[in-house]
């Protein structure tokens, strides 16, 4: 092993380049930065905490490489998103020009699609078969659900998809699943015994259908270079070099994959951070980072020990976090920059107050620092976060993204247009035939199709061979309903002919056109349907920008739908960014957020039961990888780290209270400002929010300007109150009473419910409007007049 690191340079490294004046690009690299590039032979393990500079070493080594000589072609690069891949070609496309883009550059999924398109044959798929997204996996579980005459309630179709998810990315076949017991939690074994045999089904329909999920992208290039070592032969010459990203989160499929891959060359290196790693609920491995030392036995190991990004009080909080965890190498991070400020923590009444002070509070920040919306981030546990912080930016007019769920895509005009491309590319699909054989309507009713789809079943077969060959009376269709499917079956033909000559653009309008999507969507002058026709614009948008940029890069044309179509089936959570929404607040899970950067960063939610979510208070395990993800968390900051938590939570229409996270305890308190007095009463400590109707003002000079525009509550002149008790006992409140709260001000309980301590009182206050609030924290004055 031949170590490098920044304080002790161990002296085993023979062949060190010289550095290259010519490359001029090296010069913003640290030493140990620059060794990790100049050496590209051999296996090579980077291994640092956040912000140290892994990434910028990936793409570095490359340009270097590239500057050398190598050949664009023979370099793999896997990242973690596309947009992480994309940013990386361009980067190198600047340092050493054109060449860049003949790199094997992008996801695994993405990549391996790639290979497995030109090899389908060997697995017996076509190579224009379908990539079915989450949706379509749920509808082919649930129909085999239904199927299979299960309970729906005990075989609850997510939970199914996610087991067999997992069990892919670890290479578990059916058979295989059926008879390991590991793998079948005591719930699943006595509640679900039938999951291997869904699984099967899953995987035959699936089969049949010319598609693969996602997980079958691993699976599948794994299963082709098991079964077929010419194949495996062919990639593993033409991957002279291989770089990975975010090593830690690699699950067990891809960890074969890469090592498989880079047997013959042996030049693969992986960076990591095992403090990063948030995947294991999908299967990722940590291990695969902690083993590579028993791979590659004479490895290099390098590690980076000061962190760029971040402000020494953001580094030194983070590690104070995770010096909680048993599991961990350990090892220094350091930042250089100034020390910064403490991460503040914001306390809210409620959910709903939490989005309004963060909104303050990031208003404030652009005010005071002359920051640009693009410079914020909000990170929350889940996606249903969000709402909260949208209406709350929308409110004060912050302009906003939101990444994950990739909703667009999800809507049903959407789907619907992309269900016409997909059968009419691979007309087995399943999923895509039964969503648009009635859409729109043309007389096909659900009998027929169940029809269809018994004999399919029957047969061993999809829809499509059933409807183009199967005599369709024997089946039990009657004469009109007969005569329509034909009509369908040549409508989707008609295209056949133009799929590979016309661009995507004028493709996709003549089939929009000749279907009668537009005229449907034309013809709703609803305000829903007007949207949706729009929404059917944008994508047309989509497809158009695509053409262009493949155009602008040099492809052959023409650009044809079946890249289009590839490219949204491979969109991940971080990828669906538009040029119109680059200065707006970011908004988004953590997990979305690895490998990000933002000058500010506000992480929300920090509840127990939310961060650290409900699950994870079952294992130490889990918990370690929750802690994992709130280091994650802090280290997207450059300059500020905000926290903020919220006391009381709607959960499923009830207002129920929250306990502080953990989490926040846990950070060495020097480098915490609990700053509490600043939301309340005025303090001259910062992280108040400007425009927000609720808190104090921080900084004099313009307290008056800004005091203007909150919510005051009305003093005793407007109140001729007498007399105000201390804050009340909860059982001395009787509905009627006149109260005060400390920021609403005065105003009359409507009504009291619940039990101590939980007693809620709706409050109509009389400037604030009426809230409902939990007596224990709320703290209420009676008034005595
Ligand atoms: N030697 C350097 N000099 C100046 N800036 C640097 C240097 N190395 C890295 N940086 C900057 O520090 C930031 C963090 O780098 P990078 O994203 O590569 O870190 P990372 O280790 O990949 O982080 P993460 O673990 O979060 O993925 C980036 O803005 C990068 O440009
Ligand atoms: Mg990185």
Avoid at 48 to 66: D, E, F, H, Q, W
Avoid at 130 to 140: F, P, Q
Avoid at 742 to 748: A, N, S, V
Wanted: hydrophobic letters at 40%; one cysteine or more; aromatic letters at 10%.
């Amino acid at each position: 092993m031949i170590w490098y690191n920044l304080m002790g340079w161990i002296p085993l490294w023979t062949n060190v380049n010289e550095r290259n004046v010519s490359k001029e690009f090296l010069e913003g690299l640290s030493e140990v930065q620059l060794q990790a590039v100049v050496n590209y032979n051999g296996p090579t393990l980077v291994i640092a905490g956040a912000g140290s500079g892994k990434t910028r070493v990936l793409t570095y080594r490359i340009a270097n490489m590239l500057a050398d000589g190598v050949n664009p072609h023979s370099v793999l690069s896997l990242t973690f998103t596309n947009k992480a891949a994309a940013e990386m070609k361009e980067r190198i496309k600047t340092v050493v020009g054109e060449k860049a883009k003949y790199l094997w550059m992008g996801t695994f999924h993405s990549i391996f699609a790639r290979i497995l398109r030109a090899e389908a044959d060997k697995l017996g798929y076509p190579s224009t078969f379908t990539i079915y997204d989450t949706a379509d996996s749920r509808s082919v579980l649930k129909s085999i659900i239904k199927e299979m005459n299960l309970d729906e309630q005990v075989y609850k179709v997510n939970e199914v998809h996610s087991r067999i998810s997992l069990a892919k990315n670890n290479l578990v076949t059916p058979a295989v699943y059926a008879n390991t017991s590991s793998l079948v939690t005591i719930d699943a074994a006595n509640r679900r015994p039938r999951i291997a045999d869904i699984y099967k089904k899953y995987m035959q329909k699936c089969y049949l259908s010319g598609a693969m999920d996602f997980d079958d992208l691993l699976l599948n290039t794994n299963v082709l270079f098991r079964d077929h070592p010419d194949v495996l032969n062919k990639y593993q010459n033409i991957f002279k070099y291989i770089l990975v990203d975010e090593y830690q989160d690699t699950n067990m499929a891809q960890y074969l994959i890469v090592k498989k891959l880079s047997e013959q060359h042996g030049n693969l290196c992986v960076v990591g951070d095992d403090a990063q790693s948030i995947y294991s609920f999908r299967g990722a491995k940590i291990e695969n980072i902690l083993n590579f030392r028993n791979d590659y036995p004479n490895y290099q190991l390098f590690k980076l020990e000061q962190n760029y990004r971040s402000t020494q009080t953001i580094v030194n909080a983070a590690n104070s976090i995770i010096a909680k965890n048993s599991k961990q190498i350990k090892k220094k991070s350091f930042s250089a920059k100034d020390p910064g400020e403490r991460i503040k923590v914001l306390k809210a009444y409620t959910d709903q107050e939490e989005g309004f002070l963060v909104a303050g509070s990031i208003s404030d920040i652009i005010y005071r620092e002359h920051r640009e919306y693009l410079d914020f981030a909000i990170l929350y546990r889940t996606n249903a976060q969000s709402r909260i912080f949208e209406d709350a930016l929308r409110k004060k007019n912050i302009p906003y993204k939101i990444y994950g769920g990739l909703s667009f895509y999800q809507r049903k005009e959407i789907k619907d247009m992309v269900a016409y491309l997909r059968l009419i590319i691979n007309h087995n699909d399943d999923e895509a035939f039964k969503r648009i054989v009635n859409y729109p309507a043309r007389g096909i009713g659900d009998t027929t199709l169940t029809h269809l789809e018994q004999a399919a079943v029957a047969n061993a077969t999809n829809l499509w061979t059933i409807t183009t060959q199967a005599p369709l009376d024997k089946v039990g269709l009657k004469g009109g309903a007969i005569k329509k499917m034909g009509e369908f079956a040549q409508l989707i033909q008609s295209f056949q002919s133009a799929i590979y000559t016309e661009s995507a653009y004028d493709f996709a309008l003549m089939v929009a056109t000749q279907a009668g999507i537009i005229k449907d969507l034309k013809e709703d002058k609803t305000n829903e349907g007007v949207s949706r026709f729009e929404n059917l614009e944008q994508l047309f948008n989509g497809i158009k920008e695509f053409e262009e940029n493949a155009k602008e890069s040099g492809e052959p044309l023409p650009i044809t739908i079946d890249r289009f179509l590839e490219n949204v089936a491979l969109l991940t959570d971080a990828d669906s960014e538009k040029p119109e929404d680059k200065n707006k607040v970011s908004l988004m899970t953590v997990h979305s957020a690895k490998g990000l950067e933002f000058k500010h960063i506000f992480l929300v939610g920090l509840e127990e039961n939310l961060f650290p979510g409900q699950m994870s208070s079952q294992s130490q395990d889990d918990l370690e990888e929750e802690r994992r993800l709130f280091y994650v968390a802090v280290t997207r900051a450059e300059i500020t780290a905000t926290i903020s938590y919220a006391q009381s939570r709607y959960k499923w229409g009830n207002i129920t209270s929250c306990v502080p996270s953990r989490f926040i305890k846990e950070i060495d308190s020097s480098y915490i400002d609990w700053n509490e007095d600043s939301m309340f009463g005025g303090s001259s400590s910062s992280a108040s929010s400007g425009g927000n109707s609720y808190s104090t003002q921080h900084f004099k000079p313009k307290a008056n300007t800004i005091s203007a525009q909150r919510t005051v509550a009305p003093t005793p002149q407007h109140h001729p109150v007498s007399a105000i008790t201390e804050p009340a006992d909860m059982s001395e409140l009787e509905v009627g009473m006149e109260v005060e709260h400390e920021r609403f001000g005065f105003g009359k309980i409507e009504a009291l419910e619940g039990s101590a301590p939980e007693i809620k009182a709706t409050v109509a206050f009389t400037v604030a409007g009426t809230k409902t609030l939990l007596l224990k924290f709320a703290k209420l004055r009676i008034v005595k007049r």
